[in-house]
C-alpha cells in the first residue's frame, strides 16, 4: 500500500469490505452453505474449481482488517494492534485495553516496513486474554534481540498472574468449606464471600485465622466511625433484619430483600419501574459499597471470562490444543460466576458451587503451568548471564572509546 492510498484509504471502509467476504451471511457463509448443500446431493466434486475461493475469502478478510488497522495505528487508534492481530470489531466490545500493551503493539504496526510485526499476528485458537499476555514477552524478544528473555517476561507474567489468583481461589475454597460447615451443624447462617472486612468492623468476624489483635484494632476503628459511614461501607444491617430476615447485612439475600422493598412499593401504588428501582436501591443499601463493588467486579470478570471461552471456539478442539489450559479458563469463568452469585445470595447451593469450581480452577491452573515453573528459574538464570555479557561488551566498548579519546587529546602520543 504506498503512502498516497495510506492517505486516501478510510479503515471504516476496508472492515466494512472484510465484513461482505467473512461477516455472517456474506460470501464466505453462502460458499459454505453452498458445500454443505452439494455434498447432501452428492454432486460435490461438481464444485470443485470454486473450493480455493473458500481460503481466499478468509484470507482476503484478514488481509484487508489488517490495512485498516495500520492505518488506525497511524491515527492512534487503541484497537488498532488487536484489529491487526486478527480480532474482529465485535469481539473488543466492552473489553479492557490496557494502554502499556496497546502502545507497544501500536507502534510496532505504525512503523510498517521498519519492524516485523507478524509476532502481532493471532495465534490458532489465541484468546484476547491470551494475546495480551504474550505482548509484552514476545516485545521484550524482538527488542532485545533475546527471545529466552521474552520468555523470561512471559512466564513472569502468567506466574505472577498465577499466584494473584490461584492462592485467592484456595482461599475462597477454604472459607466456603467452613462457611458450609457452620450452617449445616447450626452454628451460623451463610456469610457472602468478600464480606470479612465489614464482619472485623462490626466485631462480628469468628474466623479463627485472623489474629485477635488484628480483630480488636478493627473493631475499635468501626466502632469511632459515624454509623451512617459504617452502614454505607459494611452494609445496612436494619434492612437485613426487616426485609431479609437476617441479623446481619453479609448473611442477607439481596435478591430477597430487593423483592420484598419492591412488593412494599408495589402495594403502596408505585409503577413497576419505581418499586424495581426502589427495590435495587435497598438491596445496594443492604449489601453497602465494599460488596457492590464486589459483585460489580465480579460481573465485570464473569462477562470478560465468558468472551475468552467463547473465542476458544469448539470445546473439544480446545481441549484438545490446550488441555489443562482450557479447563483452567472455563472453571475460572464458572468460579467468577458463582462467587458473584453467592454475594448476592449466599445459600448452600451458589457457596457450594464456588467451592467446587474454586478447587477445579487452582488445580487446573497449577497443572497448566507446571511446565513453567519448572523451567522458570532456569531461564531466569540464562536471561541474567545474557545481561552481564551485554553489560560487560557495553563496559568494554566504553573502556576502549575512553582510550582513543585520550589518545586524541594527548599531544605527545
Known sequence: MSDSSKRMANPLDLEHLAKLFDGRGNLGDKLDDAFTRATRLGVRDRLAVLKPMQSWVGETAVDLRRRAAILRAEKGDPKAAALYAGFKPEELKGLTLPPDAMLIANASIASGDKFDAAWLQRKPGETYQDWLQRIPG???????????LGEVVGD?????????????????????????????????????????????LKGQSNSRHIPA??????LRVGSRMPAPLLDALTGKDSLAR????RQWAWEANLLRVGNQAARLNRAAG???????TSGAGTAMRTAGFWRTAGIAGGLVS???GVVDV????NPVSAFKREGAGY???VSGTAFNASLTAAMIAPTPLTIGATVVTGLVYGVSSIVANRKKLKEFPGKVADAGRWAGRKIGEGAGELVDGAKKLGSALNPFD
Open 138 to 148: 514476545d516485545a521484550v524478544g524482538k527488542v532485545s534481540g533475546n527471545e529466552k
Open 156 to 200: 513472569y507474567i502468567e506466574l505472577t498472574a498465577l499466584a494473584t489468583t490461584v492462592p485467592g481461589a484456595f482461599a475462597h475454597v477454604v472459607l466456603g468449606i467452613q462457611n458450609l460447615r457452620k450452617y449445616f451443624t447450626g452454628e451460623a447462617f451463610l456469610r457472602a464471600p468478600g464480606t470479612t472486612l465489614a464482619q472485623l
Open 213 to 218: 489483635q488484628v480483630k480488636r484494632l478493627a
Open 242 to 245: 426487616v426485609l431479609g430476615g
Open 270 to 276: 408505585a409503577s413497576r419501574l419505581g418499586a424495581f
Open 302 to 304: 464473569t462477562g470478560v
Open 310 to 313: 467463547v473465542q476458544e471456539g
Open 327 to 329: 479447563v483452567a479458563k
